[in-house]
């Protein structure tokens, strides 16, 4: 079955910090990959996708991710953390043509940001 | 951004009553909604798919009778929880799409409602 891994349900890092969230999938074909964040009381918003294009996907407020398919991973990074940074951060992944086209969710990782 | 809201934002009800939550695309025509379920500190689970017009696409294990979506408009859908039990307590996400469900058009999502069952 596919799935998604996000590895760490809680990362804490100092602001100014690397930010680093990991996500690898299960599948032997490439899939899209999305990653969300989620702040508290919203809903999820679009962070950056990868669709087989370039494979470092640079998205919005400073976050890329990286796309390696001989590590099934798309990690997700910042150079360096904000306090506006701490939300919770999704990895998802759809496989156009199979589930139509439906997302399947990591469990989250909530990122926390020390100042 | 497109926006999606969702009304409630929180509910609580008894055991055996029914619960409606509405799922809007306030800015865009919404061809395709999904309704998704969290659990706590789980991730969201794809419950079912619905595009205007039609009858809604049920994910293995999710019981349609229980789980009644209306998607009316294309800007509208509805999930119904009816005969709620506080199993079925959770925190229900919907999504809308510009594009069709085999498409991979963004997902907006809306903040959720948080449903309790007494």
């Known amino acids: 079955a596919q799935s998604v891994t996000q590895l760490g349900s809680h990362v804490s890092v100092s602001e100014g910090a690397l930010v680093l969230l990991r996500c690898n999938y299960s599948?032997?074909?490439?899939?899209?990959l999305f990653w969300y964040v989620q702040y508290p009381n919203q809903g999820l918003q679009l962070l950056l996708k990868y669709t087989s294009a370039a494979t470092l996907v640079k998205g919005i407020n400073g976050f890329e991710a990286e796309f390696k398919k001989s590590e099934t991973s798309f990690h997700l990074t910042k150079p360096s953390a904000h306090m506006s940074d701490a939300a919770e951060y999704f990895c998802?992944?759809?496989?156009?043509?199979?589930?139509?086209?439906?997302?399947?969710f990591g469990k989250g990782t909530k990122l926390s940001v020390k100042p | 951004g497109a926006v999606v809201s969702q009304h409630p934002s929180r509910v609580i009800c008894k055991s055996g009553t029914s619960v409606k939550i509405e799922c809007r695309s306030l800015?865009?025509?919404?061809?395709?909604m999904f309704w998704y379920r969290q659990f706590p500190k789980q991730s969201l689970m794809l419950m079912a798919t619905?595009?205007?017009?039609?009858?809604?696409?049920?994910e293995q294990g999710v019981e349609k009778d229980k789980f009644l979506i209306n998607h009316a408009s294309l800007t509208l859908s509805t999930l119904t929880v009816t005969s709620a039990h506080p199993e079925d307590s959770s925190f229900y996400i919907c999504s809308a799409s510009a594009g069709t469900a085999t498409s991979t058009d963004t997902q907006y999502f809306g903040p959720g409602t948080r449903l309790t069952v007494l």
């Open positions: 619905s595009n205007e017009g039609s009858k809604a696409t049920y």
């Open positions: 599948s032997s074909v490439p899939p899209y």
């Open positions: 800015d865009f025509q919404a061809t395709t």
């Open positions: 998802a992944v759809s496989w156009y043509g199979g589930s139509q086209g439906n997302l399947i």
